[in-house]
């Protein structure tokens, strides 16, 4: 089975800190994202990436940003965390783009800004 | 962009049949999925449909693709209070590096 891991599963910031998420999978995925998921509104792309050092913006990138060094890792960065980034996090990854190649995820972050 | 819209929530009774509605608006989708999330965790494929069925069964499962209405839906059958959860369906196309849209999400609730 893949196994996409997210180092923190709660996590507590301050206004303004620089707070890194991170993102591993064990299946050698391509294709790698990030989502923000808020009541209401299902989950929104804030980042992908398909190779090692790529990066893509979803709909969803403003505050943020990425980095791929290695296939198996990606991070979310918040440049400088503020409230509204308060959140669910989630990431995914998935094979290249072939047929059926559906998302893997992992079981989120849960980030408060305060 | 492409919409995905989901109600957001349904109510069942212990082993009724659930319905879970789900309309898109790109007829260019190739997969339609259903993904569910249960409380504090991550999303789990259920379930998936190619753009050329009209029906597909996995066990107590059953997904039809109307596409000329751009409706999907996903039926439970014996719905079970293990199946609370959130379900979203998410349309991919390709060509798009598997970027997936999803739906708001569904908040099945099953009472005994």
């Known amino acids: 089975d893949v196994k996409v891991t997210q180092s923190s599963r709660y996590l507590v910031k301050r206004t303004g800190e620089k707070v890194f998420l991170e993102c591993v999978q064990d299946?050698?995925?391509?294709?790698m994202f990030w989502y923000r998921q808020d009541p209401g509104l299902g989950l929104r792309l804030i980042y992908f990436s398909y190779d090692v050092k790529m990066k893509e913006k979803g709909d969803i990138p403003e505050g943020y940003s990425v980095s791929r060094e290695k296939k198996e890792r990606f991070s979310l960065i918040l440049e400088s965390a503020s409230t509204n980034q308060t959140s669910m996090y989630l990431c995914?990854?998935?094979?290249?783009?072939?047929?059926?190649?559906?998302?893997?995820f992992g079981d989120g972050t849960r980030l408060s800004i305060l | 962009g492409e919409d995905v819209e989901q109600s957001l929530f349904l109510s069942v009774r212990e082993g009724d049949s659930s319905v879970i509605n789900c309309t898109y608006t790109d007829s260019s989708s190739t997969y339609l999925y259903w993904y569910k999330q249960e409380p504090g965790a991550g999303l789990q494929l259920l379930t998936y449909?190619?753009?050329?069925?009209d029906m597909k069964q996995d066990q107590r499962l059953t997904v039809l693709l109307n596409k000329k209405d751009k409706h999907l839906s996903l039926r439970i059958a014996d719905t079970q209070t293990g199946d609370s959860a959130i379900y979203f369906c998410?349309?991919?196309?390709?060509?798009?590096?598997?970027?997936?849209?999803f739906g708001t999400g569904t908040r099945l609730q099953v009472t005994l």
């Open positions: 299946m050698d995925h391509e294709n």
């Open positions: 449909i190619f753009s050329n069925m």
């Open positions: 998410a349309e991919r196309w390709t060509g798009t590096a598997s970027k997936l849209t």
């Open positions: 995914a990854s998935s094979p290249p783009d072939r047929g059926n190649q559906p998302q893997h």
